[in-house]
């Protein structure tokens, strides 16, 4: 039995994996998010009430499981603080549960106010990002130049390294992007009372996730974004500034590979994505706009509309080669009930997508527990899809609720 599964977005992000790391985390000890920041909006929905998760782990609903931030996630205490309060305010505490990396990299207002002054002055051609300094954040830590969470338990050097890091911002900001530049001594002060406040989240990721296995503990890795979105395997330069794909996992945790059992693929039965950058299957007619309307494709995160297509075979072919998918679980499959006819991009031709059609089932699938159970022409497109991919669909989800899906094969 799989005592490690990483749950990963096979297409632009925004498949389904906070729900599907949720729905895991049950049976399963700690969950651990490894890159990426508060750019993510996983959503949860259980007994009718909608959760929307950005920092903190998709397994904070329950009360048994850690929910660990490694240190290849960007972390803003500013967002973190707002995510605790909103939890508190629905009586869910984090105390207990949540376990934070010292290295994690800081994301500063600093690293906000270059994220979008670069896309105001990119213009047309911006990234679109979410505008919360993850990429100038990264930058920093590849530099070397970036302020790690642990950082804040030495006053002494944290001076010098913060002074260091807003001297060259604020040159940038006042005279290449002309806008408002940071105070050191502010941010500093915050930065010190802040740690009073997280200090006590602080853990050794790589040391307790060594012992957990020993223990026979079962572990998630969630992933944020999605693989189209990876620094180095993404439609480059729309992409975000992580490794979204399986080798994430491995240096923003401190995992070793030897350890990971299965790698699940979330995948949306069609295509979205948020955001600039290439995307073959967009639609811009009434099927668009159906997928959209039915599927409530608004960013869980900036609240922007996103870009509808049909499935791309071709795409997610790409995306199991980088990442070796053990098995898929096919989401928003219901957001399809009543469409007469689906389409699935097979292959591209002369920079165009071709399709292969399939005959709608044209029925309410939200309620269906057991794969038999299905319409005839649900099984016939699960089944095709299977087939190309040469990856089982191990998971049918079939509404946003915690208890709409259906299990093809038992994973855990
Ligand atoms: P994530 O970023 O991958 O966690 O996905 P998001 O939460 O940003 O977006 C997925 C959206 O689809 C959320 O509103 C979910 O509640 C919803 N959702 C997830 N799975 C299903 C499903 O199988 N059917 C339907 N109709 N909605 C789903
Ligand atoms: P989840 O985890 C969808 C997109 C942004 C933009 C690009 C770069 O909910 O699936 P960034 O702010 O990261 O520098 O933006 O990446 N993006 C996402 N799109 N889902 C997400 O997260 C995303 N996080 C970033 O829209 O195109
Ligand atoms: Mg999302």
């Keep these: 039995m799989n005592n490690s599964i990483a749950i990963l977005g096979a297409q632009w992000g925004d498949e ?9 985390t049950e049976k399963c000890d700690a969950v651990v998010r490894f890159q990426g ?6 959503t949860l929905v259980v007994e009718g ?9 998709s397994g904070i609903l329950h009360n048994n499981v850690k929910c660990i931030i490694g240190n290849g996630v960007v972390l803003s205490l500013d967002a973190l603080s707002e995510e605790i309060e909103i939890l508190r305010k629905s009586n869910i505490t984090v105390d207990g549960k949540l376990l934070i990396s010292d290295g994690c990299p800081l994301i500063l207002p600093v690293h906000i106010e270059l994220d979008k002054a670069r896309e105001l002055k990119k213009g047309k051609s911006k990234i679109g990002t979410t505008g919360r300094g993850i990429g100038p954040a990264y930058e920093d830590k590849i530099s070397r130049r970036g302020i790690r969470l642990g950082d804040l338990s030495n006053p002494e050097t944290l001076k010098d390294i913060l002074k260091e890091l807003l001297d060259y911002h604020n040159f940038v900001l006042k005279n290449y992007y002309e806008c408002k530049t940071f105070d050191d001594v502010k941010m500093y002060e915050k930065l010190l009372s802040d740690y009073e406040t997280y200090k006590k989240y ?20 969630e992933g944020a974004q999605g693989t189209l979105l990876d620094i180095d395997h993404g439609t480059y330069p ?9 080798g994430g996992i491995f240096t923003g945790s401190g995992v ?93 031709k002369n920079n165009a997508p071709v399709y292969k059609n399939f005959d709608g089932w044209m029925t309410d699938i939200t309620k269906i527990k057991n794969y038999d159970d299905l319409p005839e022409k649900t099984k016939i497109y699960i089944g095709a899809i299977e087939s ?18 259906i299990f093809k094969n038992k994973i855990l």
């Design 202 to 221: 602080i853990i050794d990721v790589p040391e307790y996730i060594d012992l957990a296995f020993k223990n026979k503990k079962k572990i998630v890795f």
């Design 49 to 57: 009430k909608t959760t929307i998760l950005h920092l903190i782990p």
């Design 256 to 348: 070793s590979p030897k350890k990971l059992n299965y790698i699940l693929a979330i995948v949306k039965a069609y295509t979205t994505r948020v955001g600039s950058g290439p995307f073959m299957t967009e639609l811009f007619d009434n099927d668009g706009e159906q997928l959209s309307k039915i599927g409530h494709e608004l960013g869980a995160t900036t609240g922007r509309e996103r870009r509808c297509g049909w499935l791309d075979l071709v795409a997610l072919k790409r995306s199991i080669v980088i990442n070796g998918f053990t098995g898929i679980c096919l989401t928003k499959v219901d957001v399809l009930d009543q469409f007469k006819e689906i389409k699935v991009c097979i292959e591209y």
């Design 238 to 246: 729309f992409v975000t500034s992580s490794n979204t794909t399986v």
């Design 37 to 42: 920041g508060h750019n993510a909006g996983h």
């Design 16 to 24: 389904g994996k906070g729900k599907i790391v949720d729905l895991l």
């Design 388 to 405: 190309y991919l040469g990856v089982p669909i191990d998971i049918i989800s079939n509404g946003p609720g915690r208890e709409q899906n």
